[in-house]
């Protein structure tokens, strides 16, 4: 039996798009498949290194940079510890970890087990004693960069907030100065939406209501990039975008410096939650900016609406008389107890006799209603104890889901009407449980009866599953109800009929189903807001790029921010509270910059959990991140055999000249001889050029700009 070693190639890469046939994944395979070839060729006359028989590749796709999460790098943990594989080899130290703690670990694991670990863009080798050492004292210097570098991020933002500077990115009502950074400008037009955002709340203290006046008069976000998902296209308000506009201080000129850690103690300053004056005018003035946000507080303390639980229609005004001293004149009136809750009378000018007027009204309705005998609408009355009579249709119906909307107004809906020539008739009604009034919709998409149903906080309503009538299956459909109309929202993963639907102590709803192809099932949903991203910064220092990234989510969901060059590597933070300022070192010189943001229903599966992309440096076309001096970089790849790339910068025009020398400072070839600058690209194919090391050097107006080796091994 041959003791045969093997070594384990581990590839990663963060987007499906780049598991292709011509994709990143196939380029690290390739490349780690040349190099093994070069490895065991020169193996053979150096004992410290060890030979490998045979590869097996472990690959994670669209994997975050949490080892928790791939389970390709998992399995090849396990084939470790079960003696399988001899050596580790990545084409860089950031496909296998980013994180210090768990990269140590692996590194423990590879000593326990005298597994070799190699990467071939650091170019170290553990196998060595020179490569072990050297590796340590790289991941310590990363992670001491990282965190200066965060800190000075951090530093220099809180001195801008505390000089009142913007620091923000841009939001509705203002504009960037180009000639004065910092010092935003109002634009009047979208001022004059803000204000009336600001209005209309007061006045209706309903966030669903104020959107659908919004779009009734046409009045749709700017046609301008924004922040988050905003793609610079106008579009009608969102119910969080409106939220997030009401308790937006910048609209006070002020600054919010660490918003997200608004409420939390013992914090040091540039952690801690302050507000500093701002050097830009307000749009909004303090007191309509206190008296929405009192409206804000008090609604979600009281789960209702504050304004319209003021306002109260006396139906029976100027047509009673009083019973007790027959005078015709009573007028209504109204207390409110201690707990808040409000009751109204109507009270006799004269004998100062006083009646509820819910109880008084009610039996008026109650008589009028023995009139008929069509479907009546009850409704519990929690003073009473007794159920009162809202409304009634005239024709008879049954089988509906009901649920009350953020409007206070019930909704019913996939019914069928009793009427022997149109069986199961779809129909579904608003019912306005103040007036009584029953308004006819538009019902369901699909045939169906007894539906899960439910209203979120976001003022849709939803329903899951039902059964068929006409086709007699189980459905997987759940639709939404907005606008006054059913729509199509989501697939259920399951045929689900007879649901039931359970609010969750994290603000999701819990469904259960008697599934009658599955033996039943239980599903989880939820109306989850899409996280956003607030603002970001891009600086050069002169080696790397420096981001910082803040992002936020109206659900209060904690969320993680993604960096990814087009092309190249992915870095996803860890999960942290909404509002938080992510911070990352970006060791690209050039390419396009993205960054998108995800909640923590992300891995779940759950919609609305995950942004679009946002470009947040065009690092190839803007100069103000092009690197600061001229630049040669590393061929690629290196070792090579028959073609290798080399790329260059020119910081300015003149004559760039790349020549190619052998050890002995022998002109081999001549790449580059011609007026250039900015960024450069040159192959260079060796079918006529023996192995071997040779060196190549960047000239610049005659001047040597830089010289590096590389090695052609055929």
Same mark, same amino acid.
């Given at each position: 039996?041959?003791?045969?070693?093997?070594?384990?190639?581990?590839?990663?890469?963060?987007?499906?798009?780049?598991?292709?046939?011509?994709?990143?994944?196939?380029?690290?395979?390739?490349?780690?498949?040349?190099?093994?070839?070069?490895?065991?060729?020169?193996?053979?006359?150096?004992?410290?290194?060890?030979?490998?028989?045979?590869?097996?590749?472990?690959?994670?796709?669209?994997?975050?940079?949490?080892?928790?999460?791939?389970?390709?790098?998992?399995?090849?943990?396990?084939?470790?510890?079960?003696?399988?594989?001899?050596?580790?080899?990545?084409?860089?130290?950031?496909?296998?970890?980013?994180?210090?703690?768990?990269?140590?670990?692996?590194?423990?694991?590879?000593?326990?087990?005298?597994?070799?670990?190699?990467?071939?863009?650091?170019?170290?080798?553990?196998?060595?004693?020179?490569?072990?050492?050297?590796?340590?004292?790289?991941?310590?210097?990363?992670?001491?960069?990282?965190?200066?570098?965060?800190?000075?991020?951090?530093?220099?933002?809180?001195?801008?907030?505390?000089?009142?500077?913007?620091?923000?990115?841009?939001?509705?009502?203002?504009?960037?100065?180009?000639?004065?950074?910092?010092?935003?400008?109002?634009?009047?037009?979208?001022?004059?939406?803000?204000?009336?955002?600001?209005?209309?709340?007061?006045?209706?203290? #309903?966030?669903?209501?104020?959107?659908?006046?919004?779009?009734?008069?046409?009045?749709?976000?700017?046609?301008?990039?924004?922040?988050?998902?905003?793609?610079?296209?106008?579009?009608?308000?969102?119910?969080?975008?409106?939220?997030?506009?009401?308790?937006?201080?910048?609209?006070?000129?002020?600054?919010?410096?660490?918003?997200?850690?608004?409420?939390?103690?013992?914090?040091?300053?540039?952690?801690?939650?302050?507000?500093?004056?701002?050097?830009?005018?307000?749009?909004?003035?303090?007191?309509?900016?206190?008296?929405?946000?009192?409206?804000?507080?008090?609604?979600?303390?009281?789960?209702?609406?504050?304004?319209?639980?003021?306002?109260?229609?006396?139906?029976?005004?100027?047509?009673?008389?009083?019973?007790?001293?027959?005078?015709?004149?009573?007028?209504?009136?109204?207390?409110?107890?201690?707990?808040?809750?409000?009751?109204?009378?109507?009270?006799?000018?004269?004998?100062?006799?006083?009646?509820?007027?819910?109880?008084?009204?009610?039996?008026?309705?109650?008589?009028?209603?023995?009139?008929?005998?069509?479907?009546?609408?009850?409704?519990?009355?929690?003073?009473?104890?007794?159920?009162?009579?809202?409304?009634?249709?005239?024709?008879?119906?049954?089988?509906?889901?009901? #649920?009350?909307?953020?409007?206070?107004?019930?909704?019913?809906?996939?019914?069928?009407?009793?009427?022997?020539?149109?069986?199961?008739?779809?129909?579904?009604?608003?019912?306005?449980?103040?007036?009584?009034?029953?308004?006819?919709?538009?019902?369901?998409?699909?045939?169906?009866?007894?539906?899960?149903?439910?209203?979120?906080?976001?003022?849709?309503?939803?329903?899951?599953?039902?059964?068929?009538?006409?086709?007699?299956?189980?459905?997987?459909?759940?639709?939404?109800?907005?606008?006054?109309?059913?729509?199509?929202?989501?697939?259920?993963?399951?045929?689900?009929?007879?649901?039931?639907?359970?609010?969750?102590?994290?603000?999701?709803?819990?469904?259960?189903?008697?599934?009658?192809?599955?033996?039943?099932?239980?599903?989880?949903? #939820?109306?989850?807001?899409?996280?956003?991203?607030?603002?970001?910064?891009?600086?050069?220092?002169?080696?790397?790029?420096?981001?910082?990234?803040?992002?936020?989510?109206?659900?209060?969901?904690?969320?993680?921010?993604?960096?990814?060059?087009?092309?190249?590597?992915?870095?996803?933070?860890?999960?942290?509270?909404?509002?938080?300022?992510?911070?990352?070192?970006?060791?690209?010189?050039?390419?396009?910059?993205?960054?998108?943001?995800?909640?923590?229903?992300?891995?779940?599966?759950?919609?609305?959990?995950?942004?679009?992309?946002?470009?947040?440096?065009?690092?190839?076309?803007?100069?103000?991140?092009?690197?600061?001096?001229?630049?040669?970089?590393?061929?690629?790849?290196?070792?090579?055999?028959?073609?290798?790339?080399?790329?260059?910068?020119?910081?300015?025009?003149?004559?760039?000249?790349?020549?190619?020398?052998?050890?002995?400072?022998?002109?081999?070839?001549?790449?580059?001889?011609?007026?250039?600058?900015?960024?450069?690209?040159?192959?260079?194919?060796?079918?006529?050029?023996? #192995?071997?090391?040779?060196?190549?050097?960047?000239?610049?107006?005659?001047?040597?700009?830089?010289?590096?080796?590389?090695?052609?091994?055929?």
């Amino acid at each position: 039996m041959t003791n045969s070693k093997k070594i384990a190639f581990y590839l990663r890469v963060s987007t499906k798009n780049q598991d292709t046939k011509e994709g990143s994944i196939i380029s690290q395979e390739q490349r780690l498949t040349d190099w093994l070839m070069f490895h065991n060729k020169i193996s053979d006359d150096n004992l410290e290194k060890q030979k490998y028989d045979d590869f097996a590749v472990y690959k994670d796709v669209e994997s975050g940079k949490s080892t928790e999460n791939r389970p390709g790098y998992n399995r090849m943990i396990t084939d470790i510890q079960m003696k399988r594989i001899h050596g580790i080899a990545c084409t860089s130290i950031s496909r296998l970890n980013r994180n210090l703690k768990e990269f140590y670990s692996l590194l423990e694991l590879s000593e326990l087990h005298q597994i070799d670990v190699i990467s071939l863009k650091e170019n170290f080798d553990t196998s060595t004693a020179i490569g072990r050492a050297l590796l340590k004292f790289m991941l310590v210097f990363y992670e001491l960069e990282r965190e200066q570098t965060a800190e000075r991020g951090s530093d220099n933002r809180y001195e801008r907030a505390k000089r009142g500077l913007w620091i923000t990115s841009t939001i509705i009502g203002y504009d960037n100065d180009a000639q004065n950074p910092g010092h935003p400008t109002i634009i009047p037009v979208e001022a004059e939406i803000v204000k009336k955002i600001f209005k209309l709340y007061i006045n209706s203290g #309903s966030i669903s209501q104020e959107r659908k006046l919004l779009k009734k008069e046409g009045i749709q976000t700017p046609a301008r990039k924004l922040t988050g998902a905003n793609k610079g296209q106008p579009k009608d308000f969102a119910d969080e975008t409106i939220r997030r506009i009401l308790q937006n201080k910048a609209y006070l000129g002020i600054v919010q410096y660490q918003k997200g850690n608004m409420g939390k103690t013992d914090l040091p300053l540039g952690k801690a939650y302050e507000e500093f004056d701002g050097v830009w005018k307000p749009i909004i003035e303090n007191d309509v900016f206190e008296k929405a946000n009192q409206i804000l507080v008090s609604n979600s303390s009281i789960k209702g609406n504050v304004i319209a639980s003021k306002k109260k229609t006396y139906e029976l005004s100027g047509i009673i008389a009083c019973g007790n001293c027959s005078k015709s004149t009573m007028r209504t009136t109204s207390g409110t107890s201690g707990t808040g809750k409000q009751y109204h009378y109507y009270k006799c000018v004269d004998c100062s006799t006083q009646i509820s007027a819910s109880r008084l009204e009610q039996a008026v309705v109650n008589t009028l209603n023995e009139l008929g005998g069509d479907e009546k609408i009850l409704v519990f009355n929690e003073e009473t104890y007794v159920w009162d009579l809202v409304s009634e249709f005239d024709f008879r119906w049954s089988y509906f889901g009901s #649920s009350i909307t953020q409007d206070d107004k019930l909704l019913l809906s996939v019914g069928n009407q009793f009427n022997p020539y149109v069986p199961y008739t779809e129909i579904a009604a608003i019912i306005d449980l103040d007036t009584g009034e029953i308004t006819m919709i538009d019902s369901v998409n699909f045939n169906g009866l007894y539906p899960a149903q439910f209203c979120a906080d976001n003022g849709i309503c939803y329903k899951a599953g039902g059964f068929n009538v006409n086709n007699g299956f189980d459905l997987n459909t759940v639709e939404a109800y907005e606008d006054s109309t059913w729509i199509p929202y989501e697939p259920m993963p399951i045929d689900c009929a007879n649901p039931l639907v359970a609010e969750m102590s994290d603000g999701r709803y819990f469904v259960t189903c008697d599934n009658r192809l599955d033996n039943g099932a239980n599903l989880i949903f #939820s109306w989850n807001s899409e996280p956003e991203i607030d603002w970001h910064e891009t600086f050069f220092n002169g080696e790397n790029y420096e981001v910082q990234i803040s992002a936020s989510d109206i659900d209060e969901d904690s969320i993680a921010v993604r960096l990814w060059f087009q092309g190249g590597p992915t870095e996803w933070s860890e999960l942290q509270p909404s509002g938080t300022t992510f911070e990352f070192i970006a060791d690209h010189a050039w390419g396009l910059l993205m960054t998108q943001v995800h909640d923590q229903w992300y891995n779940d599966g759950i919609h609305n959990s995950i942004s679009d992309f946002e470009v947040i440096a065009e690092l190839a076309l803007d100069d103000i991140h092009h690197p600061s001096e001229f630049y040669l970089s590393q061929n690629y790849p290196n070792p090579f055999n028959p073609i290798t790339r080399i790329d260059y910068y020119l910081l300015k025009y003149g004559l760039a000249e790349l020549n190619i020398y052998n050890l002995s400072g022998g002109l081999v070839t001549t790449l580059v001889y011609e007026r250039q600058s900015g960024h450069q690209s040159v192959m260079w194919q060796v079918e006529d050029y023996p #192995s071997g090391h040779y060196l190549y050097r960047l000239l610049f107006d005659g001047h040597v700009v830089e010289e590096k080796k590389m090695v052609v091994v055929k």
